[in-house]
């Protein structure tokens, strides 16, 4: 399947028109979502005929969507030569190399420009996860130095990940590499 069929796809799964924007996009993930995963009447009337496993499979469905439109539109808007990042990655190096200081620098910070791109406010990602709006600012912009252990980093990581609908398993690794890149670093200059 060409790239562009898959983009068609995805359209069509998440019911939207090609000129779909950002906010669109996360806006019909959302809904869809919701209808899917909760009990809600439009599928009671469908009792027994419409399984969990029909409903997961649908579902499984809408996040690939997703993370596809997301990743397609941040690659139409920033070029061919930028990596797509870690919302499909099986592995690579993601965008942006790791900053052995911790703080915030000319470089690519992953999790901020998929949120940007989603068109999602920090607030609102803060609120759904009830974790402090700085705590998710020092994780957007990889200020290790200023993060908890690795534990609980993984799982911040992984819930701030499934609510833009990229894939948990990709994002958390990709942000724990350039974990262990800036520990090491750390380790090098007080060796």
Same mark, same amino acid.
């Given at each position: 399947m060409t790239a562009r069929e898959k983009v068609e796809k995805y359209l069509r799964v998440l019911e939207?028109? !090609?000129?779909? +924007?950002?906010?669109?996009?996360?806006?019909?993930?959302?809904?869809? &979502?919701?209808?899917y995963s909760e009990e809600s009447i439009?599928?009671? !009337? $469908?009792?027994?005929?419409? +399984?969990?496993? =029909?409903?997961?499979?649908?579902? &499984?469905?809408?996040?690939?969507?997703?993370?596809?439109?997301?990743?397609?539109?941040s690659e139409e808007s920033s070029g061919p030569e930028r990596p797509s990042g870690p919302a499909h990655a099986s592995g690579g190096s993601g965008p942006g190399a790791p900053a052995g200081s911790g703080e915030a620098g000319p470089r690519d910070f992953f999790l901020k420009t998929f949120?940007?791109?989603a068109e999602v406010d920090l607030e609102r990602? /803060?609120? =759904?996860?009830? $974790?402090?709006?700085?705590?998710l600012k020092n994780l957007e912009e990889e200020r290790f130095d200023r993060l908890p252990e690795e534990a609980f980093l993984r799982s911040h990581v992984k819930a701030?990940?499934?609510?833009?609908?990229? =894939? !948990? /398993?990709?994002?958390?690794?990709?942000?724990?590499? &350039?974990?262990?890149?800036?520990?090491?670093?750390? /380790? /090098? &200059?007080?060796?």
């Open positions: 939207l028109d !090609p000129g779909a +924007s950002l906010r669109e996009i996360h806006n019909a993930y959302l809904r869809l &979502r919701k209808l439009v599928l009671a !009337p $469908l009792g027994k005929e419409f +399984s969990d496993e =029909d409903k997961n499979e649908i579902l &499984r469905q809408i996040e690939e969507a997703y993370a596809g439109l997301i990743v397609h539109k949120r940007e791109k990602i /803060s609120a =759904d996860l009830k $974790l402090r709006l700085e705590l701030y990940a499934l609510i833009l609908g990229l =894939d !948990p /398993s990709a994002v958390v690794e990709e942000y724990l590499k &350039r974990h262990a890149a800036w520990k090491k670093a750390q /380790s /090098s &200059r007080g060796a």
